[in-house]
């Protein structure tokens, strides 16, 4: 029997300059609308966007705000349009980045939603009508039925949460170059994406160089399976690994100082570095032309993934049982914070996992 939503019980920022204390708040979601999903959550993945959203790094839209695009739930009501050979009550599914798109463009009819002009981010988007998009820091979230996934039984909960974002993020540059078997692929970033992208290119049967400022995270790497590993604080960087790739991903917040231009010289002609973190308000890049024109390389960067790019990735993770490193955590005002200062110091391998939702939500 499906469940009516009246309202929404979430954990967010009431006030961007102190971030680091989130409150409860209660908001009433838009109508049901014939082609949306509700969800009742359980679990939620604690993604660096997060804590960038909260702080301010990409503006200020709105408070209070919840964030959380990690979603794991269950669907308990449908709208009469949805497919319910496709979706059942009772579903274990989930939510990546992405809540809405217009459905009429160009991208969204060729498979490329995720870049829709008129997108609704799971949070941190105004929408048309004035109402703001509010995350999986809730007890319920409601969603257009082309933003729910099925979670394939063969993957945890606790691990499926990192894949909706982190994962399809990572994956995505991967896909773009084609990368296979014997591809040299290099990693920027060891982190909560960074982990990911590893795991992802192992799993393709790349060969996986790890790439992070200093020696602290080699042992780490290797764990994950990377192959070789280097430090960019090393003299010998990035002389010693010229010709070395043929893509490397790169998951650093900035953009905005001479490593991209350093990494870029360790790639083969005709080669790409691929930025998939969106850096703060306003920054710019600047590379010289020719730089680029003498060496025969090229830029990119993407935006998490489409529909179909989401149902492959869940799929081909649970074929390969890819894993990302979690740690569980109680969702509550006081955790979360707990949660985002740990971030902000870096001690977290590699992403925390929201947990506890009915026990919390019910007694606040």
Known sequence: MSETIKEIKSIGVHDFDNWLEPKNFVYTPNPLRPFDIDIKIIACGICGSDTHCAKGDWGRPYTPIAVGHEIIGHIINMGNE????????????????????????????????????????????????????????????????????????????????????????????????????????????????????????????????????????????????????????????????????????????????DYVEKAMRMLRPHCKLHFISAPPTGEKLELDPNFLLSNSLSIGSSAAGSQRDVEYMLQFAADKGIKPWVETIDISEENIAKAWKRMKKGDVHFRFVLTGYDKYFSQH
């Open 82 to 257: 949805v497919d319910k050979t496709k979706y059942h009550l009772g579903d274990r599914v989930g939510v990546g980045a992405q809540c809405d798109s217009c459905g009429k463009c160009w991208r969204c009819d060729h498979d490329v939603e995720n870049s829709c002009k008129t997108q609704v981010g799971t949070y941190g988007t105004v929408r048309p009508d004035g109402s703001h998009s509010q995350g999986g820091y809730s007890n319920y979230v409601r969603v257009n039925k082309r933003f729910v996934f099925k979670i394939p039984d063969a993957i945890e909960t606790i691990h499926a949460a990192p894949l909706l974002c982190g994962g399809m993020t990572g994956l995505r540059p991967l896909m773009t170059a084609g990368v296979t078997k014997g591809t040299k692929v290099g990693v920027s970033g060891i982190g909560g994406i960074g982990h990911m992208t590893i795991l992802f290119a192992k799993a393709l049967g790349a060969e996986v160089t790890a790439i992070s400022r200093t020696e602290s995270k080699k042992e780490t790497a290797l764990k994950l399976g990377a192959d070789h590993f280097i430090a960019t604080s090393d003299p010998k960087f990035p002389e010693e690994y010229l010709d070395s790739f043929d893509l490397i991903v790169t998951t650093a917040f900035s953009l905005n100082d």
